[in-house]
């Protein structure tokens, strides 16, 4: 009996990379990660990670709310904004941003006292690839797995749990 | 002869740009001084009563009318605005034929500067109307970005700031080469802040790179919209609202000449779009021409659908630092003890 095989094309299709797209990011702002990064961490995910997913966008206006470092946007729209120059000065922490930059960052203060968060080397990009990109694709696969529906398929906190546990895992494994 | 009224203000800046707004579209400036700051021509109740029909009351009241759309007809109309923060006078208001009010998007920030308003009632009232105002399932995906290019003066940019939070922007640059916003003295900052009612406007002001700090490598839009009160196509009839992508040019002619600007610096394309006026020479108010095309971009952005009456937004979830509680900047510094924005730092 022949054994069942994948279409060659379609066996292709599930392994080929979503579109990413590089835009400008807005004045001011510089990316944090370039489109060599974003493929070079899809493909160490490996295809199960990305089916379905469409496209990343680098840059590009942010929502003008807060300093918002990525988006996923169902169906499928992975977003991962520009970012100001480091090093970002701030007045504290709240304790969500202390534990979301709890790798890498660099606390310091500056002549006047402000705080200063230092981020050395290339710790802002592995926290935007590691953190903020795996983060948006944990939502992907939530979302996209239970139907490819355009509703949200799960309340927000569980959402981002599970996003998050996505992020910490790949983390892991790709250590 | 149409007359634009102020009832009772108190603040004569206010005074002399209520003039300079009636000036812009060829009515006459009266008041009703109830202050005593010795405004002219002083109108007393029973003329204002006795002369104009319609009165026309400029006021966010129960039941008033949209200026959007709003015509009306009369021998010799009066538009009447109120003090800036009382409002009109309730007998005179009660008493009036009709009254107009300007819809606003923002929640925190429901008013705005009492000239700028006149400017942007009598726009609409002496075009018949205009459009009317638009309805979308998500106007803030056709809302573009504004750059306020080169304010010359920190009160004139912190009401046009005022306006442009109470028409629905988050977000607004500044090109600030007279440096009345950013890195300023004390007593700037304190009157700029002021106009812009920094306590209630949560508006992200943000410096755009440009004057000594040109952009670096190609411009970041795809499209400028350049408002001047000069020649161009009329900003009614050009489609603004693009989405962020767009930028919608703001300059204070007042301080600079346009002619001299490289604009191709801004955009790709750059379109020079006209407010359209009815004169041409009148006391130039950077506040004013701003929120008239504040007012007609946000017209064009619309408002939200009635809630079930429109599409579905697909979901989406954000991965952002969140606001530190009880300011509106998501970046402060402490700096010498005081809290400053990140938008006053000099980056």
New interface residues.
Partial sequence: MTPIVLDESREAATEALPRIVHR?????HVHAVSKTEVEELLRALGPTAFYGLRIVELG??A?????????????GRIRIFGV?PPP?????L?E??ER??GAGARRARDE????LLEWPGSTLRDFVLRH?LL??IG?HLL?HHTGKR???IAR?RD??AF?ERFARRARERLR | MSTLVGDGLENPGNASALVAAASMFGWDCAFLDRAGLGLAPALTKDELLGQFSPLLALENAPGADSIHGFTFSGPRPALLVGNERKGIDRDLLQRADRAVRIPLASRRLDTINVAAAAAVALYYMTRGGGGKLRTRAEPNRHRP?VLFLGPGDAIELGSALRSAAAFG???V?VEDRSRVWFGTDRVMRSLGRGAARRSRNAI?V????GGDRP?AG?P?FDEACVVTRGEGEPLHRVDVARG??RLLVIADEGALDLAREDLGRLARDVRVVSLDLPRSEFPYRFKLTASIALAEAGRQVGVRLRPGGGR?R????????????G?AD????????V?VA?ED?P?
């Fill in positions: 400008e990011p807005l004045p001011g590009g206006p929502p003008a709310r807060g300093l918002v470092l990525g988006r996923f946007e169902a169906p100001p970002w000065r701030l007045a504290a709240t969500e941003t979301l930059l006047h006292g402000a705080l903020v983060h948006e939502h979302q355009l509703v949200p927000t959402h981002e996003a | 970005e922007w988050g977000r640059f992200h943000l410096p755009f790179p952009l190609r970041v962020p992508g579905a697909p979901p989406f979830y954000d991965r952002a630092l969140p606001l530190l509680a300011h998501a970046l402060l510094v402490e700096k010498r003890g809290a990140l730092l980056l």
